[in-house]
């Protein structure tokens, strides 16, 4: 038995510490975790990548340049992703060895694409570095997938891309560091970094089976309905507006383009995350922003406008075709479809940026044909709608669900999850302090927190609102 003197002291240490171990358990959030992962990696990716295209605009021109970056590239990112969904598919266990092998080899790549004086050297190591950007970004979906909840899924992703961007234009600052083959050291030191990140495991209490809200279970028509609505999105966007090499060669700052991009994927996650048919629609009214670009084409419109609108808009595509694919992932229980909405887009940008570039000089063509794809991907769109957001009929939900979707809903900590189940079977806090083996007044500190959270004045209010009813 412990003195009195022995349990004020340990209260004591249990309130300085309880702050700290809130912290250290956010940390370890999943989606946290997963935003950190995701930023260091597309960094990295987006890095080297851009690193190689001002290396190659050096060595060939503009238009042969566009058409290995923004198509051979992207169909290439596109097959990593794919060799990603084939062996998580058929080895599951070498997921994790896998991706340590992509960022070493991504980063041995990158040397000869930055470094390579001859422009066969330049290309081919390029060209397999797209493969390894591929390969990644398959892995962070897929992590994505299995470790975060789904109404937080698309808010990380946004963070994570938009944190990577705006680190991305501060290296910008640095004095023509993308034309230095120092470039390399910076990707060696990101490479680092996310070998040991990939390793940091999330608070597994935080991700628990549950069904996608809003969404049925996918068939296989309704896939290839919802990847031909992807790839469609994809097409017409590039198809009003192509990134082209040449206007970096004029003077375009692609790093400060991109800063609205960030702004994009930040509104996208945020809105995707509190409706999933939000951010669907948002991405459709979108898909308005390439018509405008074909209408301001012979404008006297400053470049970079362009650049910066279109950039915003793609903001918008990119959660919404990762989001839609990894819920259905989840909702399937089959997790190597998580980055297939990427490799879908991928392929959309190809064709997309292939089309635009091809008919630059046929404006009334890429008109007809832009909008005949802009039609289509409506009618598909809508005919995807109604089995992945129309209401389901209401019905029972088991307890389990119930509890897992008030916790999700309020953000509650596995600690405060503990609380809460107690508190339904209508224990004491003296009695939740022995089942937990803690002091009554961390129970007190716990089920404080818990009620600020719900936004409840007494644990009877919470408990009305946990069952639905009007608090008194």
Same mark, same amino acid.
């Given at each position: 038995m412990l003195s009195q003197a022995q349990k004020i002291e340990t209260e004591g240490k249990e309130r300085v510490l309880a702050p700290r171990l809130a912290l250290g358990r956010t940390m370890r959030h999943p989606a946290v975790v997963s935003a950190a992962i995701i930023c260091l990696c597309f960094l990295l990716t987006s890095t080297g990548w851009l690193a190689w295209e001002y290396h190659l605009l050096g060595q060939v021109p503009a238009g042969i340049a566009d058409a290995l970056t923004m198509g051979v590239g992207y169909a290439l990112q596109a097959a990593g992703i794919g060799l990603f969904a084939?062996?998580?598919?058929?080895?599951?266990?070498?997921?994790?060895?896998?991706?340590?092998?992509?960022?070493?080899?991504?980063t041995l790549c990158l040397i000869p694409a930055i470094l390579s004086r001859s422009p066969a050297g330049t290309i081919a190591a390029g060209l397999a570095l797209n493969v390894f950007c591929g390969y990644i970004a398959g892995y962070y979906l897929h992590r994505l997938t299995r470790t975060v909840a789904a109404n937080r899924r698309a808010t990380a992703l946004g963070v994570g891309y938009g944190l990577s961007i705006l680190a991305s234009w501060l290296l910008s600052r640095l004095d023509g560091i993308y034309y230095s083959s120092k470039v390399w050291i910076i990707c060696l030191g990101l490479t680092a970094l996310a070998l040991g990140l990939i390793q940091w495991?999330?608070?597994?209490a935080e991700k628990e089976s549950a069904p996608t809200d809003g969404m049925s279970a996918p068939r296989r028509g309704l896939l290839c309905t919802v990847g031909a609505v992807v790839l469609l999105f994809s097409v017409v966007n590039n198809s009003g507006f192509a990134f082209s090499a040449a206007d970096l060669v004029l003077g375009i700052q692609v790093e400060s383009s991109r800063l609205f991009y960030a702004v994009g994927l930040l509104i996208a996650g945020l809105v995707t995350d509190r409706d999933r048919k939000y951010g669907a629609v948002a991405a459709l009214a979108a898909l308005v922003i390439p018509f405008m670009m074909l209408a301001l084409r012979r404008e006297p419109v400053?470049?970079?406008?362009?650049?910066?609108?279109? #950039?915003?808009? +793609?903001?918008? #595509?990119?959660? +919404?075709?990762?989001i839609v694919f990894s819920d259905l992932a989840e909702k399937q229980g089959l997790l190597y479809l998580a980055g297939v909405g990427l490799l879908i887009g991928r392929l959309g940008d190809a064709v997309g940026e292939a089309v635009c570039l091809s008919l630059a000089d046929a404006t009334l063509a890429l008109i007809f044909l832009a909008a005949l794809l802009f039609v289509t991907a409506v009618f598909l769109f809508f005919r995807a709608y109604r089995p992945l957001y129309a209401p389901q009929a209401v019905r029972q939900q088991s307890e389990q669900e119930r509890f897992y979707h008030f916790a999700v809903q309020h953000d509650l900590s596995a600690r405060e999850r503990d609380m809460l189940r107690l508190l339904l079977e209508g224990k004491a806090n003296g009695e939740i302090a022995q089942t937990l083996s803690i002091s009554e007044n961390t129970v007190k500190f716990h089920i404080r927190n818990l009620l600020q959270k719900t936004g409840c004045k007494n644990r009877n209010e919470l408990l009305a609102v946990y069952m639905g009813q009007k608090p008194q």
């Open positions: 084939l062996i998580q598919r058929r080895r599951g266990e070498w997921v994790e060895k896998g991706m340590f092998a992509a960022l070493i080899l991504h495991r999330p608070t597994p400053s470049v970079t406008v362009l650049w910066a609108l279109n #950039y915003f808009a +793609y903001g918008f #595509y990119s959660i +919404y075709r990762m």
